[in-house]
């Protein structure tokens, strides 16, 4: 058992999948000599050679264009994107290729690729270091979007993730990197793309976050705590697939439902958590379903007071929690 | 002593008798196959074609470069003559055309055109072509990586490479020295929009030149210069010296699809002016020189159309995809009982 931090784990996890398999490459911005902007990939061009830790030209389409072939024709390639920002140039890469490619090939060519995206905001990252992308890309048929917040988690999804025959998008939330800390066992175990976790039990109000909302919640339920609520808070670690079973088993637990997501509200993925419960819990509901989320703005604005506008708090989860547990 | 000249081609090119047979046979079959899929289109039996008619020469000396033990393709939507070359079947060209279950490409999921064959390297085809070459790439990286002595070819057309894919692919292939090659048929028109609206410089192969990369310009209406220059970029990659821009100078005869109506863009006397260099026309000087006369090719043309005829009768009586299938292949495996996506 070893204590790590979130991006601990990632660069740990990379580094002994890349020791088992040599099949594994990476492609990115920065990720040979500089070791990555996050130092995810420290050390990995010194162990691991050019020849599979790829500083690529500034050019994500080609980054995630590159990484589909090079995985259809036998490697098994991660795909870094600097920010998950800068996906943006890629979406037709990911979205129009890397998802259908199984599908319109009948199951002919798989494309056994993980893109790994740090995402999420609260570090002065402005509007272009800062976003979160996951409604784009968990809204897509072809794609696993998982978002694990812990290193336990990131740990045992990253080796699901590149043992995966399908694309997968892999979100770090970069707040989290070092901030957050937890043991990882010294064995080796994975963890399945698709399930949720609950990671604090409760009776009055259920949360479901990913991210650093995760971590946002699990604080606030802390703090309401000592006025006598008591939070049930579910690790929505994976989007797409998405945990119907535990989702609702929760909802229907306290009957009280708050889905807090650090993207903007219209459209998000917590619309999607909503509309389930609604449709299939409703009879064993106590309150309509709550959502907190970020504000209608296209980005994130760098400046303290707007950045801390845009961003939930566990102090703003806290109100929400009363609001529903007092309804 | 032009015969003679004609003679000596395809001997110092190092192709034999049965060489050439096949290479006429892929084109007469591309050619065949071409015109009664149209007519299909035309009668009501097939909601979608794209014709190839002026590829042929190119796409057929480019298979012939091909070694197809080991190469990766990445053809693209106009590229029949090319698929067949490298061993696809009429039956498997209807099955696609009336998107049939059994169609080998996509279970009749993709439009007509979109070719697709895992055994054959073949790497399925995207209807937006730019997106083609970063994957074609990658496929070069792939076999550099793996040490599998393939070499990568993507295909595609010359309004394709006004996107930023073909640029970003060009410079990634060409700072990582792969063995890649990008092989551009241009027929001097993007549906209406004639070459000069997609580029400034007089040739696709000067784009090359911002790449460090070689870029060829070969006439395409000639099959044994189409070989004699996809061989030699096939050698180069091969040899660890990095990828070519082959450009082949083509025209299509049709329009753009069969839901396109090329009366607005272009005049029918340019195209007749062509046909006149049709690559078909003239691979038969070819053919003399090498002795294979013009009975023999007629016994030919005459077993190709009966195999289109069987095989366009056998491919409309096959089973249509089942609406209940509509959502395999989403992901390997079916997902757990409780997820969903």
Redesign the interface.
Known sequence: MAEKSNVQAVHDTLQEEFRRDE?L?IIGEDVGVRGGVFRVTEGFLEEFGP??V?D??L?E??I????????????R?IAEMQFADFSA?AF??IV??AAR??????????VPLVIRMPWGGGVHGALYHSQSMEAFYAHV??L?VVVPSTPYDITGMLRSAIAD??PVIFLEHKATYRLVKGEVPDAYYTI?L??ADVKRAGTDVTVYAYGLMLHHSLAAAALVEREGISVNVVDVRSL???????ILREARKTGKCLIVYEDNRLFGAGAEIAA?IAEEAFDDLDAPVMRLAGPESPAMPFNKPQEDWFMQSPEKIAVKMRELAAY | MATAVTASRHLALGLGETDLVAMYRAMRLTRLLDQRMWQMNRIGRAPFVISTGGHEGAEVGAAWAIDRRRDWIRPYYRDLALCLALGLTALETFLGLFAKAEDPASGGRQMPGHFSDAGRRIFTCSSPVGTQFPQGVGLALAARTLGTGAVAWTFGGEGATSTGDWHEAMNFASVHKLPWVCVIENNGYAISETAAKQMVVKNVADRAVAYGMPGVTVDGMDALAAYEAARDARARAARGDGPTLLEYRVYRYMPHTSDDDDRKYRTREEIADWRRRDPIDRFAEVLDAAGIDVARRAEIDAALQAEVDAALDEAAGRADPRPEDGDRHVYATRLAEGLRG
């Open positions: 099949r490459i020849l599979r790829i690529a030209p050019a389409s080609a995630v264009g590159v990484a589909i072939g090079a995985a259809v024709a036998g490697l390639p140039p037709e890469q129009d290729e490619i199984r599908y319109r090939s009948n199951g002919g060519f798989g048929p072809g696993k025959p399908d399945p698709g399930p797409r697939p998405l945990d119907a079973e535990t389930m």
